[in-house]
């Protein structure tokens, strides 16, 4: 089943000898024993859309289209999610409007996939966020997928 949803080696990283790099850096949260309700997903490198939902053209020019439809289907099936991409969010004014969109929607979770460093910046002011390796790392990294998917599991967000 997991090969079928384009999922392998994903088992904890205690059994990967090969796993030479450093775990996720998640920020100290108290998960509740229940599902989390509400994580808002930010995607670093991938744009949104006039309706300002997330890109899907990009993702199928990436080639991570299909990973992340895996990946939302196996993780995010009992959640409501809030997908953003933050390819145009380029300087402080931008950034500060996603964080007030953030505030109102005042998310128990933020998770980043990649690196963007202006909301980095500005999101470890107040939120708790956990980065994660980029859609594109994922893709073509077996040891991140593993970090991202034990990362996931211990917030319980799994189907």
């Not at 670093?44 to 300002?52: C, E, Q, T």
């Not at 128990?108 to 996939?113: H, I, K, M, Q, S």
């Not at 040891?143 to 996931?152: E, G, I, T, V």
Request: charge should be negative; hydrophobic fraction near 45%.
């Amino acid at each position: 089943m997991w090969r079928e949803l384009g999922i392998t080696l994903w088992s904890p990283l205690a059994s990967n000898p090969l796993n030479l790099s450093t775990e996720p850096r998640v920020n100290k949260l108290e998960t509740p024993t229940s599902f989390i309700k509400q994580p808002v997903v930010l995607l670093a490198g991938f744009g949104n859309d006039a309706a300002g939902l997330l890109n899907q053209d990009a993702l199928v020019e990436a080639g991570v289209d299909r990973l992340w439809s895996d990946v939302t289907r196996v993780h995010f099936t009992k959640t409501l999610q809030i997908q953003v991409g933050l390819k145009g969010i380029d300087d402080y004014e931008r950034g500060y409007e996603l964080l007030d969109r953030l505030i109102e929607l005042d998310p128990e979770l933020v998770l980043l996939f990649g690196q963007h460093e202006l909301i980095t910046e500005l999101l470890s002011e107040g939120m708790d966020v956990v980065v994660l390796p980029s859609l594109e790392d994922l893709r073509d990294s077996p040891a991140a997928k593993q970090r991202c998917y034990s990362a996931l599991v211990a917030l319980k967000l799994l189907a």
